[in-house]
């Protein structure tokens, strides 16, 4: 399975943004899609995930109300729409998948930069 994210960019407090994440290959495989985002000197952590067939989304408690997950099984493509970003927000953010059975995210994408300025 390949990922591509894309849709980051320079912002503005209080703006809004939608990545996508575009998955090909086998994605039949697919159980979850996740986001992750890394900012500048701090850990990768999880921003939520979305289940593959069902669409179910869970977050992380600090980002329910202003971030949203959602997915087009026809496009094979997976969003996040950020709300109300804040600059706390900036960070590379990455689209993730994990097959049917599997514990781990074994497919990446390669990152897009989510800059928000105050």
């Known amino acids: 399975v390949q990922l591509q994210a894309f849709g980051g960019g320079l912002v503005q407090a209080g703006d809004s943004l939608r990545l996508s994440c575009a998955a090909s290959?086998?994605?039949?495989?697919?159980?979850?899609m996740g986001w992750f985002r890394q900012a500048p000197g701090k850990e990768r952590e999880f921003v939520g995930s979305?289940?593959?067939?069902?669409?179910?989304?869970r977050y992380v408690d600090s980002m329910k109300g202003r971030f949203t997950i959602s997915r087009d099984n026809a496009r094979n493509t997976v969003y996040l729409q950020m709300n109300s970003l804040k600059p706390e927000d900036t960070a590379v953010y990455y689209c993730?998948?994990?097959?049917?059975?599997?514990?781990?995210?074994?497919?990446w994408g390669q990152g897009t930069l989510v800059t928000v300025s105050s």
């Open positions: 993730a998948a994990r097959r049917i059975g599997r514990e781990v995210y074994e497919y």
């Open positions: 290959g086998p994605t039949f495989s697919v159980y979850l």
């Open positions: 979305i289940t593959w067939t069902g669409g179910k989304a």
